[in-house]
């Protein structure tokens, strides 16, 4: 994801999301691969790793389709009786 390392605001959450889909050149797809939830009364993890697919910038000029494997890691936490995200993680393989 974008610099800075760290985000906290939704404004700024939303800013790193529109900057990776301005990457694509055409829809980007996420297909989980694997998923796994604890749960206590009131906080859950939620590990997953996924294919995240598509053709964009990172792809060059050609529009080749591009995959990247990608880890995912939220945590949550029951708030005033709803579950709310607290932190949200996505991670690739250094190569």
């Known amino acids: ?3 800075p390392l760290q985000r906290s605001a939704s404004t700024f959450y939303s800013k790193v999301w529109r900057d990776f889909f301005e990457w694509a050149s055409s829809p980007v797809s996420f297909y989980p691969r694997e998923m796994n939830v604890t749960t206590g009364k009131d906080v859950a993890f939620v590990t997953a790793t996924l294919l995240c697919a598509g053709a964009g910038a990172g792809a060059g000029a050609d529009g080749v389709r591009t995959e990247l494997d ?3 890691t ?3 936490r029951k708030l005033a009786g709803r579950w709310t995200v607290v932190h949200e993680h996505h991670s ?4």
């Open 1 to 3: 994801m974008p610099a």
């Open 70 to 72: 990608v880890r995912l």
């Open 74 to 76: 939220i945590g949550l």
């Open 92 to 95: 690739v393989p250094a190569s």
